[in-house]
């Protein structure tokens, strides 16, 4: 399945819950991202400087990163992809590879929040590098005694996230009609604290 939605919609948070439920990996193109910049690999190297500006890292970058993630043992029995597809070439070909290996979509989930929450969910979004756990300073906020050690995302700016929501829209909306007419896009309500938005994604998952 895929979790579709605005930077800062909750994806991480609610993707690091769902694989917990259902066992099956969290692939993250993010997160595989960040890593590659952290490690400096090529990939990483070319990655930077799209994503500290908020821009999407080019498709054939991106691509081949999740589909050579995605054909590995572990994903054999489902995984969860979150922050791709991003675009529609993205969609297109990851539709052609999954075919290809005769694996089908059970559910894209779009977490719908609206634009004027974004930036101060961003702003405030603070991760625990140890447990990879997501908070945010106000509505989620985290235990005292590890506030020293939590990471602020460099592109959860209100510059980059002005960027990244602009992208949303042109980039990453249109892939929305393409899961459409597939008959597989279930819109939850991104809106309210974490438990409740897991419910509700849990609830639309139960009727797949
Ligand atoms: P995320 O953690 O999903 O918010 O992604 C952080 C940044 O990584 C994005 O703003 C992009 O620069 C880059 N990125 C992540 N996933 C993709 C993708 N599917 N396509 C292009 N760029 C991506």
Redesign the pocket.
């Known amino acids: 399945m895929i979790l579709v939605g605005p930077?800062g919609a909750g994806?991480?948070t609610q993707a690091s819950r769902l694989v917990a439920t259902y066992n099956i990996p969290h692939i993250?193109?993010?997160?595989m991202?960040?890593a590659a910049v952290k490690e400096g690999t090529k990939l990483g190297v070319e990655?930077d400087g799209?994503?500290k500006a908020?821009?999407?890292?080019p498709?054939e970058v991106?691509i081949g990163m999740?589909l050579e993630r995605v054909a590995k043992d572990d994903c054999k029995n489902g995984f969860m992809l979150?922050?791709?597809?991003?675009?529609r070439p993205?969609a297109q070909a990851l539709d052609q590879a999954l075919t290809k290996a005769g694996v089908a979509l059970d559910a894209v989930v779009l977490i719908e929040v609206p634009d004027s929450l974004l930036i101060e969910r961003a702003v405030g979004r603070r991760s625990d590098p140890e447990t990879g756990t997501i908070y945010h300073l106000t509505y989620n906020p985290p235990p005292a005694e590890i506030v020293g050690r939590l990471v602020h995302r460099k592109?959860d700016t209100e510059e980059a996230v002005k960027v990244?929501t602009e992208k949303y829209h042109s980039e990453t909306a249109p892939i929305i009609p393409f899961y459409m007419e597939k008959g597989i896009l279930r819109r939850v309500d991104g809106v309210g604290n974490p438990d409740d938005i897991t419910q509700r994604i849990t609830a639309v998952l139960n009727d797949v």
């Open positions: 930077p994806k991480g993250s193109s993010g997160d991202l960040r990655a799209y994503m908020g821009k999407l890292v498709d991106v999740i979150d922050g791709f597809p991003r675009t993205q592109d990244r």
